[in-house]
C-alpha cells in the first residue's frame, strides 16, 4: 500500500501561509490572535508565516488601534494587525466573443480597477489578429488600471467553446474552432502571464456565485441567454466539465419538445418580433424594443413574452430534470430585460418538471463573464501565493 508523502518543512511553510492569507483576505483587518483562532497555528507560526508575507508583499502590518497607543488605559501587548496589500498584483479578466473582447483589471480583493473592449473586424479571422486584438485589450485596460503587464499575476480567460479541465478548446464544431488560436502560449510568450482558459458561461456561473444573485449557492446553474444559450452548472460548489469540457452545452434543446433550437432570449424577441412585421410603431425589430413595448402594453409584444416564458420554462425544466440545481440564473447582456419573463417561468415551471429550481435574473448585467474571469484568476493566486513572485 502506498505511503502518504511526509511533510516536509517547506510543504508546511506554504500550507499556513495559503491558510494565514486565506483569513486574512476575507477580512478587512486581522489581528494574530483572530488569525490563531481561524487556523489553528500557535502564535509563532502565525507571526513566523505573516513577517515573510510582509517581507514578500502581501500583507501590511497597521499600527496599533487608538486605544492601544501610549498613555491609553488599556494594559498587555497591543495586538498586530495586518491587511491585504491589494496593490501588490493584478489580475485579468478575459471576456473573448465572436465579435468584441472585453478585459477588465482587478486588484486582489477583486476590485475592478480598468477595462476596455475591443471589436474584431470580422468572426472568421487569422489566430494571430484575433490575439492581436485581445492583448490591445489588456493593455488598455491595464492603462487605465495605471498599472503595467509586470503587474499581472494571472489572467482568466473565458470563450463561447467548450474548454476541457486541462485548457483545451473542443473543436469539433466549426465556431468553436475559431477561439482555438493558441491565446495561452501566445500571451505567455509576450508577458510572462499564466493564461487560465475556460468556457464563458462557466466563469458566469463563477461570477454570479461570488457577487450575484446566486452568491453562496452551490447547486447553480447560470444560463447565458442572449444569441445563443449555454449553461455554466456548479455541483456541491464545483464547476461540471464533462470529458471535453462540454458539459453545459445546449445542442440537445434541439430535440426538445416546444424548444427545437438553443436559440437565445435576444435573437428569439428579434426574430419573432420580425415575423409578425416589426413594431407597430415602426422601426428596426429588435429584444430591446420588444421588451420596450411589451412595458407599453403593446399585445404582439406581450404576446412574444408569452411564447419567451413558455420556451424559457421548459429549457429550465430540462436542466432541472437531470441537474436538480437549488437556482437558475439567467444572465448576460439581456439579464436586465428577461426580469419580466420571471412571473411566467415560475408558473409554467411545475406543469414541465416535479423538481422546479428558484429562478433569478443576474445583477451583472453583460460584465458577468468578466467577473467570473477575475474570480477565476484569484482563486488561482490564492492558491499558488507562496510560489507567485511580485514586482515589488
Known sequence: MPHAAAATPQLLRRVNARSVLGVIRNTDVATGTELMARTGLTRASVIAVCEDLIRRGWIRELGARGDEQPGSQRKGRPARRFELNSGAGYVL??????????????????????????????????????????????????????????????????????????????????????????????????????????????????GERWRGSGAGVDDLVVLLAGERLGAGVMESGRLLHGRGGAAGEMGYLDLVEGVGSSDGIASLARQWSAAGGGPATGGEASARRVFEDAAAGDPAALAILARLSDRMARVIASVASFMNPEQVVIGGAVAESAGALLPGITALLPRFTATPPRVTVSPLGDAIVTVGAVRHALDYVEANAPELELTL
Request: with cysteine; aromatic share 4%; hydrophobic share 50%.
Open 93 to 206: 479578466g478575459l471576456d473573448i466573443g465572436a465579435a468584441t473582447t472585453t478585459a477588465a483589471v482587478a486588484d486582489l480583493r477583486g476590485t475592478i480597477l480598468g477595462r476596455s473592449s475591443e471589436s474584431f473586424r470580422a468572426t472568421d479571422i487569422p489566430a494571430e489578429e484575433r490575439i492581436a486584438v485581445v492583448d490591445r485589450a489588456c493593455r488598455r485596460a491595464l492603462s487605465a488600471a495605471r498599472t503595467g503587464p509586470d503587474k499581472v499575476l494571472a489572467v482568466g480567460a473565458g470563450i463561447a467553446a467548450p474548454v476541457d479541465r486541462d485548457g483545451k478548446v473542443l473543436v469539433t464544431q466549426h465556431f468553436w474552432g475559431l477561439f482555438d488560436v493558441g491565446l495561452r502560449a501566445a500571451l505567455n510568450e509576450l508577458h510572462g502571464w499564466t493564461v487560465l482558459l475556460e468556457n464563458d458561461a462557466n466563469l458566469a456561473a463563477l
